[in-house]
């Protein structure tokens, strides 16, 4: 799994993205809160995209995929008219448009 992201239990947490994230193995209680994401949409396996996600306090990061309905959202807002909707949206050439641009 490629992923910048470095679970360190003695090191900094930095965040050097886009080359490298420190974090710490595991969540505190501040997570709950005060994560949110870095940097842009990723791609991960299988051309599915993400983000990295960062606590603003510990430094804690895991990757957060978008679910159905932001990937909507997405689709609907990047010029296809809601009137088209999502009928014969192929997600493969979608996601790979916005790789492309
Ligand atoms: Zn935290």
Known sequence: ???????????QPKNRYPREIISPPSPSACCIRQMKRTGGMQRGEGGWPYFYKRCQVCGYTVREFPGYGELVQLVLRRGRGRREGLKGVAWRTWIDGIFAE
């Open 1 to 11: 799994m490629v992923t910048i992201v470095r679970y360190d239990p003695h090191g």
